[in-house]
Every structure is written in structure tokens, then in C-alpha cells.
Antibody
Framework: QLQLQESGPGLVKPSETLSLTCTVS??????????WAWIRQPPGKGLEWIGS???????YYYPSLTSRVTISVDTSKNQFSLILNSVTAADTAIYYC??????????????WGQGTLVTVSS | IVLTQSPGTLSLSPGQRATLSCRAS??????LAWYQQKPGQAPRLLIY???SRATGIPDRFSGSGSGTDFTLTISRLEPEDFAVYYC?????????FGQGTKLEIK
């Protein structure tokens, strides 16, 4: 059974960098045709797709975040990561990692991590 | 593609039928998924391809539609079905979610 687990600091200061890692178990991040994704959810609000990446390809990002976000894959550790620069209070959210299930990025998000709350505050 | 879900809140009793709507600002073809989210939990995939049930999803959940109008139907509500439901289009980038429909016990 595929499992995903987010990890990283729960508190980040304004203007600094948010950095999260998703560790995949029960499957290899470098096999198959699946894309890996980050999604966030501000407290009490809806879901927002941040971006997705294939283990050997270029990532896709939400347009309004492109200048601040980087998603990368480390196949040796079976992990993928999210970096978000210059954070503000508006970036406070639960951050989820997930896997698209199906060939290519045009596939639903079948497997999700439990989510990790990141608060931006001084 | 902007997805608009209606109603915002739906109040029903166990045993009743629930009909949730998701309308897209432009065609999503059939690249439409539905997710269920309970408090403190990650979303769970229910329906993909507009009408295909994900693994392990009970057959009381069904999806229909294509293009710009989609529907999630829960034929007979069980107590565990009361949650927030989101639609998502994944055929165009950026992928987008609707704002959610809260299904609450009446």
C-alpha cells in the first residue's frame, strides 16, 4: 500500500523560505508514469493545487506561485520536495503531498499524505 | 478553469438522496474528479473521469456529466457520508478545485 508522509517546520517567519519533504513508502517514486503533487488548504478554506512533477521531467506550477515555488525529486531517497520563497501570512495552510494515478499529469489524486500545518508568523 | 459548486451547504437526513453540482467555466471534458474530506483528514478520491468510482468506494456514490456540468449523487446517505465534497478538474493546467459543498445532517 502506497503511503506518503510530509515533514518540515511547522512555523516559518514572514519573508523566509518554507521547505517541506514528502517521503514515499510502499512504492518507488522513480517507477511508472505517475506524477507527484503538492496541494495546500488554508485553515477552514478550500484546496489549492501548487504543482506537480514527474521523476525525470520538468514540474508544472500554479501560475501565481511560479516565481516563488520549486518542486524537485530525489529518487535515491524516494522523496520529493516543496520550496516556497518569500512567504507571507497568506501561505499559512495545511500542505499535502499526493500522487496522481494514471499516465501523465492529467490524472486524479488518488494517494494523499496526512498533511502538515505550516504557519507563517513572526 | 473555474469550478463552481452548489449548493454551498446541503442539509439532509440519513437515508435521503444527495445531489451535488459542479459547473466549469469552460469545458473540462471528462477530466473531473470528486473528493470527500472529513475534519482533520486528507481528501479521499471518490470519482474520477466524471463517472468512474475509485477503488473501494461504495456504489451508493455515482458521478455523471461532461463538458461543463457535473453531478455527484449519493443514493442513500449513511452517517459517515456527512463531510465536505470537492470537485477537481485535472485536464487543464492549472488544475483547479471547486470551493466545496458541505453535506450536513439535518
Amino acid at each position: 500500500q502506497l503511503q506518503l508522509q510530509e515533514s518540515g517546520p511547522g512555523l516559518v517567519k514572514p519573508s523566509e523560505t518554507l521547505s517541506l519533504t514528502c517521503t514515499v513508502s510502499g512504492g518507488s517514486i522513480g517507477n511508472g508514469f505517475d506524477y507527484w503533487a503538492w496541494i495546500r488548504q488554508p485553515p477552514g478554506k478550500g484546496l489549492e493545487w501548487i504543482g506537480s512533477i514527474f521523476y525525470s521531467g520538468s514540474p508544472y506550477y500554479y501560475p501565481s506561485l511560479t516565481s516563488r515555488v520549486t518542486i524537485s525529486v530525489d529518487t535515491s531517497k524516494n522523496q520529493f520536495s516543496l520550496i516556497l520563497n518569500s512567504v507571507t501570512a497568506a501561505d499559512t495552510a495545511i500542505y499535502y503531498c499526493a500522487r496522481h494515478s494514471g499516465p501523465g499529469i492529467a490524472a486524479p489524486l488518488e494517494y494523499w499524505g496526512q498533511g502538515t500545518l505550516v504557519t507563517v508568523s513572526s | 478553469i473555474v469550478l463552481t459548486q452548489s449548493p454551498g451547504t446541503l442539509s439532509l437526513s440519513p437515508g435521503q438522496r444527495a445531489t451535488l453540482s459542479c459547473r466549469a467555466s469552460q469545458s473540462a471534458s471528462r477530466y473531473l474528479a470528486w473528493y470527500q474530506q472529513k475534519p482533520g483528514q486528507a481528501p479521499r478520491l471518490l470519482i474520477y473521469g466524471a463517472s468512474s468510482r475509485a477503488t473501494g468506494i461504495p456504489d451508493r456514490f455515482s458521478g455523471s456529466g461532461s463538458g461543463t456540468d457535473f453531478t455527484l449523487t449519493i443514493s442513500r446517505l449513511e452517517p459517515e457520508d456527512f463531510a465536505v465534497y470537492y470537485c477537481q478538474q485535472y485536464g487543464s493546467s492549472p488544475q483547479t478545485f471547486g470551493q466545496g459543498t458541505k453535506l450536513e445532517i439535518k
